[in-house]
């Protein structure tokens, strides 16, 4: 059965663009891995996450969605388009007194039926990792390269799986089908069932010659740099996507895509919330009585803040723009200053003299 993307992310079918961005943004951070460590219900259910999003956050993909039950088109992976009865041969479901029940199960339920070429996707895994990034890095943005083990094209034959100058032949195995027959006895009588070809993995074709190196796959495993643009207004627990980045495809086909998680390493004076910073300061009594202009640490570097006579503890000033970038925008949040007053414990002499004639006007 296909999946329901908008059930995934617990939208309505009308959702908007930003819905379906604020429901991604939402799950993504309550079902992150480094939250659920050894969960496999929630790996599985943070995977679906990103792919739902995948699809609806593309307007492309997310009509092909909404007419046909998935983004492959009319019959394409993930079904959901309704039965059509068009592409199914019946005639191969009863051959003189044997019924084929596979071919028939497999028919109604997406397997590769009717006798055709047995259509296995090469397309390379993809793969995660993490990475930390400090606090003022995810507000600049930063170039990271880190190393990672995968699969990568066969440097040898070129993907192809082929030694030099060696043929693609077809397969002896299946003769070209991709899926081989297989026959036993039941109660029922002769009982065929249709399999991927081992040999070829499906694809009908095989090098005259494997390559040497690869021995045949047109890929070996290999730790390979990857370089990272992290966008300013990253924030922890968000997940970068880099296409083509995964395995690399068996014998040349598509590779993978690379998913990259980050975590931002909180920063000592400033806290983020959303995409607006805060922050506190402390100021003698007397500033706060009088008044005064304070130097306050912003992430975009120091600016001077006013202090208005008679500012009380715990009041909240807003330095408009002074917060983290807004991610893939021109916008920036806002900083918030939460003011401290600070008593002094111990007076001098004429400090002490000025505060009690100062009571005494105050009487």
Same mark, same amino acid.
């Given at each position: ?24 943004? =939402? ?12 969960? =496999? ?15 609806? !956050? ?5 009509? %092909? ?98 030694? =030099? ?45 494997? *390559?040497?190196? *690869? ?39 598509? !590779? ?11 920063? +000592? ?10 922050? +506190? ?16 640490? %912003?992430?975009?570097?120091?600016? %001077? ?16 723009? =002074? ?41």
């Amino acid at each position: 059965m296909p999946k329901d993307y908008y059930q995934i992310l617990g939208l309505e079918r009308s959702a908007s663009a930003d819905d379906i961005k604020k429901a991604y943004r =939402k799950l993504s951070k309550e079902l992150h891995p480094d939250k659920h460590k050894g969960d =496999k219900a929630a790996e599985t259910k943070f995977k679906e996450v990103n792919e739902a999003y995948e699809a609806l !956050s593309d307007p492309k993909k997310r009509q %092909t969605y909404d007419q046909f039950g998935s983004t492959g088109g009319p019959g394409g992976g993930g079904g959901g388009a309704g039965f059509d009865p068009r592409g199914f041969d019946f005639s191969g479901f009863a051959n003189g007194g044997r019924v084929d029940f596979s071919d028939l199960f497999e028919s109604f339920f997406g397997g590769q039926g009717g006798g055709g070429r047995a259509q296995r996707s090469e397309k390379g895994d993809d793969r995660e990792v993490r990475i930390g990034i400090d606090f003022m890095e995810s507000v600049r943005g930063v170039e990271q390269t880190f190393q990672i083990k995968r699969l990568v094209q066969c440097d040898q034959c070129g993907g192809s799986g082929a030694e =030099k100058n060696a043929k693609i032949i077809t397969c002896p195995d299946c003769g070209g089908t991709g899926q081989i027959t297989r026959t036993a006895q039941s109660f029922f009588g002769t009982v065929q069932q249709q399999v991927i070809c081992g040999k070829c993995r499906g694809s009908g074709k095989i090098p005259e010659k494997p *390559c040497s190196k *690869c021995d045949g796959e047109g890929r070996i495993q290999q730790s390979v740099p990857v370089k990272i643009q992290v966008p300013a207004g990253i924030d922890d627990g968000q997940t970068l996507r880099l296409r083509g980045e995964g395995d690399a495809g068996r014998r040349g086909a598509e !590779s993978g895509d690379l998913y990259v998680h980050v975590t931002v390493r909180p920063d +000592a004076r400033f806290v983020r919330e959303g995409d607006d910073i805060k922050i +506190a300061l402390t100021i003698p009594v007397v500033d706060a009585i009088l008044g005064a202009e304070a130097s306050v640490e %912003t992430v975009h570097g120091p600016v %001077t803040l006013t202090i208005p006579a008679g500012t009380q503890p715990g009041q909240v000033m807003r330095i408009k723009g =002074k917060g983290m970038p807004v991610l893939n925008s021109h916008k920036t949040g806002d900083q918030y200053v939460t003011v401290t007053v600070e008593v002094p414990t111990r007076l001098s002499r004429d400090e002490r003299r000025v505060v009690e004639e100062w009571r005494q006007l105050m009487n």
